[in-house]
Every structure is written in structure tokens, then in C-alpha cells.
């Protein structure tokens, strides 16, 4: 079981990136798919879920109007779109799966948004 995530790097304020998570080891389609992110001194913390058909989804406050997650099944990735860009969503990027009553990370992307 293994996911990995990428697209992270440095944006400027106002900017937009796509992270993606692929996928591995597992039914993807059946599971629901979670992005946390991880600021330097602070939480870990929940920032968008979508269930395992994609049929709901839900964000942080922090987030919402501003982020899309989305998957693709048939490519065992989920995505998440972040547009209009803050310094305060600098952070660890994390794609998170609960699979087979087990929690598994990937191992992180970083988004530094910055002038």
C-alpha cells in the first residue's frame, strides 16, 4: 500500500498548483481519499475528503471556495487544485487513506507560497 504525492513547489500569493496522490497497493475506488497539511510549529490538520465514488466532499474553512479535490478512479490518483493562493497555506501537503483498518501516509509534498 503506498501513496505518493507531488505538484508541490513555490507559488507566488494569488497563485495556483495541483497536487496529485497516486495510488498503489490497494482497491482505490474503494476507499475514501483525505489532503492534511502540516505548517512548521503547528497541527497536523484536515484540509479536503472525498468519498470513494467522489459523490461528496468536504473542506476546511480555511479552504473552501479556494480548493477543488477531486479523483480519478480510473487512474488511482485524487487531486487537489488550490487556486488564489495564501502564505498561510504553507505547509507539508499530505494525501491520507484509512486501507485495510490501517493509516497510511504518503510521504508529503511541499507548497511554500511566497513574493
Known amino acids: 500500500v503506498q501513496l505518493v504525492e507531488s505538484g508541490g513547489g513555490l507559488v507566488q500569493p494569488g497563485g495556483s498548483l495541483r497536487l496529485s496522490c497516486a495510488a498503489s497497493?490497494?482497491?482505490?475506488?474503494?476507499?475514501?481519499m483525505t489532503w492534511y497539511r502540516q505548517a512548521p510549529g503547528k497541527e497536523r490538520e484536515l484540509v479536503a475528503a472525498i468519498t470513494s465514488a467522489g459523490g461528496s466532499v468536504n473542506y476546511a474553512d480555511s479552504v473552501k471556495g479556494r480548493f477543488t479535490i477531486s479523483r480519478d478512479n480510473a487512474k488511482n490518483t485524487v487531486y487537489l487544485q488550490m487556486n488564489s493562493l495564501k502564505p498561510e497555506d504553507t505547509a507539508v501537503y499530505y494525501c491520507?487513506?484509512?486501507?485495510?483498518?490501517?493509516?497510511?501516509w504518503g510521504q508529503g509534498t511541499q507548497v511554500t507560497v511566497s513574493s
Open positions: 497497493g490497494f482497491t482505490f475506488s474503494n476507499y475514501a
Open positions: 491520507y487513506a484509512r486501507v485495510y483498518f490501517r493509516d497510511t
